[in-house]
């Protein structure tokens, strides 16, 4: 299990690696800016509201005697501040996946090509250009319905008093899943999968695919390195379909 996880996490490092490849990189440009403007927007915006989220998310314990509130606040206070880092920035990734996804889809075919030591042509017959568009869109809606489905259900969660003592760990959970789906699409929908194939491969897969959203994850939290999330998710994620899941 930790060995499938590992593996998977590891894929990000090989990420960084295909980026700066030639044949390669000259597909980042593109991503690479789109997260860019959208990582800006996401931290001006955490940075502006973040104070009235927290009060928020702690308003539940505030009828427990003094001591023991700062008690339970100085625990779940770090856990909370971690839950709405990992929120704004996973739905500015959802916002800026959209918007890039044509030119991912592009990114991972050659990426694919290298680790294959293959044409492009003879990995994907159909890559024109608003083709690929069309279906790579196609399936970003699929992935942000089946997204927000369990965003939902994680909101109602987060909102339980005493139960939302667990809701930071189950974010954690969700958000590597939901990563690990969302770059590992590219690759998979360049086949034409359907996406439930998708996701019934990742569950075959699931450490591995979890150690890649975490380490996708990761990335999107550290200042700076997360401005190449996307491109390196992007060939990470290819990396996983290509080592395993194909």
């Not at 969700?174 to 690759?187: G, I, K, T």
């Not at 439930?196 to 959203?213: D, F, P, V, Y």
Request: aromatic share 14%; net charge positive.
């Amino acid at each position: 299990m930790l060995t499938g996880f590992f593996a998977g996490f590891s894929y990000i490092f090989k990420g960084f690696s295909l980026i700066s490849e030639k044949g390669v990189r000259s597909y980042v440009v593109i991503p690479l800016l789109i997260n860019i403007v959208i990582f800006c927007l996401a931290i001006y915006y955490g940075l502006t509201q973040f104070s009235g989220w927290l009060d928020s998310l702690l308003s539940p314990i505030s009828w427990l005697p003094g001591w023991l509130e700062v008690g339970v606040q100085w625990v779940m206070a770090p856990l909370f501040t971690l839950l709405i880092v990992v929120v704004v920035y996973y739905s500015f990734t959802i916002i800026a996946n959209f918007i890039a996804a044509p030119f991912n889809a592009q990114l991972a075919l050659r990426v694919e090509a290298k680790l294959r030591g293959q044409s492009v042509e003879a990995i994907e017959d159909n890559s024109d250009f608003m083709a690929l568009t069309r279906r790579t869109l196609e399936s970003e809606v699929k992935k942000m319905i089946h997204m927000i489905k369990w965003l939902i259900v994680l909101l109602i969660l987060t909102f339980i008093p005493v139960v939302n003592l667990v809701a930071p760990f189950v974010w954690l959970l969700y958000s590597a899943w939901m990563l690990a789906l969302e770059y590992a699409d590219y690759p998979m929908s360049n086949h034409n999968m359907l996406f439930k194939e998708e996701i019934n491969l990742l569950k075959r897969h699931r450490t591995a695919s979890l150690g890649l959203g975490a380490g996708i994850m990761l990335l999107t939290a550290i200042p700076v390195v997360n401005f190449f999330a996307m491109p390196v998710g992007v060939a990470a994620g290819t990396t996983l379909w290509v080592r395993r899941l194909s």
